[in-house]
Nanobody, 121 residues
Framework: QVQLVESGGGLVQAGGSLRLSCAAS????????VGWFRQAPGEEREFVSVISWNGGTTFYAVSVKGRFTISRDNAKNTVYLQMNSLKPEDTAVYSCAAGRYTTTAGDYDYWGQGTQVTVSS
């Protein structure tokens, strides 16, 4: 089993930055790809980004490409999502998930509880 805990969310003005962390316990995260997803009120869960088990491959949703950067530190059992140039439409609960390298939420095995990101205009 892998337990995932997100942190780093908060309230930020448009144009600002936040760095989210996804910390794992219970089992090493280094054998899993890790994805970030987000869900705004009344909306479906949306893929944001994914990173391969060794950090060698990454993929981003079009809506965040060039603004967000995913990275990982397997020694710390943690994956990060650096979010720059934030927009009000980035407001959502952000969750990380561990599993296969995929953009499909249903293909992930483990999920965190999520962290709220609110971007004011």
């Amino acid at each position: 089993q892998v337990q995932l805990v997100e942190s780093g969310g908060g309230l930020v003005q448009a144009g600002g930055s936040l760095r989210l962390s996804c910390a794992a316990s219970g089992r090493t995260l280094s054998t899993f790809a890790v994805g970030w997803f987000r869900q705004a009120p009344g909306e479906e869960r949306e893929f944001v980004s994914v990173i391969s088990w060794n950090g060698g491959t990454t993929f981003y949703a079009v809506s965040v490409k060039g603004r967000f950067t995913i990275s990982r530190d397997n020694a710390k059992n943690t994956v990060y999502l650096q979010m720059n140039s934030l927009k009000p439409e980035d407001t959502a609960v952000y969750s990380c998930a561990a599993g296969r390298y995929t953009t499909t939420a249903g293909d992930y095995d483990y999920w965190g509880q999520g962290t709220q990101v609110t971007v004011s205009s």
